[in-house]
């Protein structure tokens, strides 16, 4: 299955999540509305809301929280997506406009503010407050992550550390979550939970490995971003960190030229060493690393379809273009 056909068995759940979002995204005042319908007018991957549809199928849960929770993650994702637009000064997303660059920085970060609350409120009437605790946890660390990027930005000395470490709350928290909710709802024990919440970490550091990677391959209709983006607003991944480390003078020389002058030959230049250098090759290999780490941890749970699907999606992102 590509990722399309995986959306296409899910039909039934991502119409219940989108209808739940669609109601929580609904208010009698105009400009409130106007910003919601841009929301749900853009939808991206749901890759999350996928995720965790597949784990609650894999272990057979019957209940409806799944939509809930879902639909939760969805708007915390996408709550993270509109404060980085304001952090990263971005023009647009998804090929659309951004809301910061219609609206600026204050009713921006608000609106963001609004969608992790409308999150914590639709969480709450699950009754969980063993998922609410987790949901409150992973939304902790994904700010904390963000705080700990803007620290680094512009830092030519950041390390690998810093970067694992960025990521992990950035990225890897949200998906252990995610699957982890699954689990928690269908009431399995600590080890399975933990199982599932393991896939989904390491799964997020693989995505993430391969998003810096395509951040030099790929082309911004496909990526709904502009390339390059993460070099320009200042974010050194782990392709130019370990291109420092190979080539330290030239590296450190391009990116000052790319910061101070915003060079696009400089630039291109750069990108251009990067994807014939060993750190490029170096990023995918580890993704793969990762995304076998997180098959590993489904071997507890018993054959299904949805645990099949499971185990092709970590490889399957690796040769994802978008």
């Not at 109601?23 to 853009?42: A, E, F, G, R, T």
């Not at 071997?299 to 978008?322: E, G, H, Y």
């Amino acid at each position: 299955m590509n990722y399309l056909e995986i959306l296409s068995s899910l039909a039934d759940e991502m119409e219940q999540m989108d209808r739940t979002l669609a109601s929580v995204l609904n208010s009698d005042h105009p400009y409130l509305q106007k910003l919601h319908s841009h929301i749900l007018s853009s939808p991206g991957k749901k890759l999350r809301p996928a995720l965790l549809f597949l784990c609650s199928k894999m272990v057979e849960y019957n209940g409806n929280n799944h939509i809930i929770y879902a639909t939760v993650f969805e708007l915390i994702h996408t709550a993270t997506l509109i404060h980085d637009d304001v952090i990263d000064d971005a023009e647009t997303r998804r090929g659309q406009e951004t809301i910061y660059h219609g609206e600026g920085t204050v009713l921006s970060v608000l609106y963001g503010d609004l969608l992790y609350t409308k999150a914590n409120t639709l969480a709450i009437s699950a009754g969980s407050l063993e998922v609410m605790g987790l949901i409150s946890s992973v939304t902790e660390e994904m700010i904390e992550g963000e705080l700990l990027q803007e620290k680094h930005a512009y830092n030519k000395a950041i390390t690998e550390e810093d970067y694992f470490n960025i990521l992990s709350r950035k990225t890897a928290f949200l998906f252990g979550g995610t699957a982890k909710t699954a689990g928690l709802a269908a009431g399995l024990s600590a080890k399975e939970t933990e199982a599932l919440y393991q896939y989904g970490f390491n799964l997020g550091i693989s995505f993430q490995l391969v998003d810096d990677f395509l951040d030099y391959t790929g082309q911004q209709d496909q990526m709904g971003k502009p390339v390059l983006s993460d070099l320009l607003a200042g974010k050194l991944t782990l392709p130019v960190i370990r291109y420092m480390r190979d080539e330290p003078q030239k590296a450190s020389a391009l990116i000052d030229r790319i910061w101070r002058e915003t060079d696009h030959q400089a630039l291109d230049e750069l990108a251009q060493s990067i994807r014939s250098s060993a750190s490029f090759q170096e990023t995918l290999d580890l993704g793969r690393k990762y995304a076998e780490t997180a098959v590993s941890h489904l071997k507890c749970f018993r054959d299904n379809p949805a645990k099949r699907i499971l185990v092709d999606i970590p490889f399957q992102m690796l040769s994802r273009r978008t």
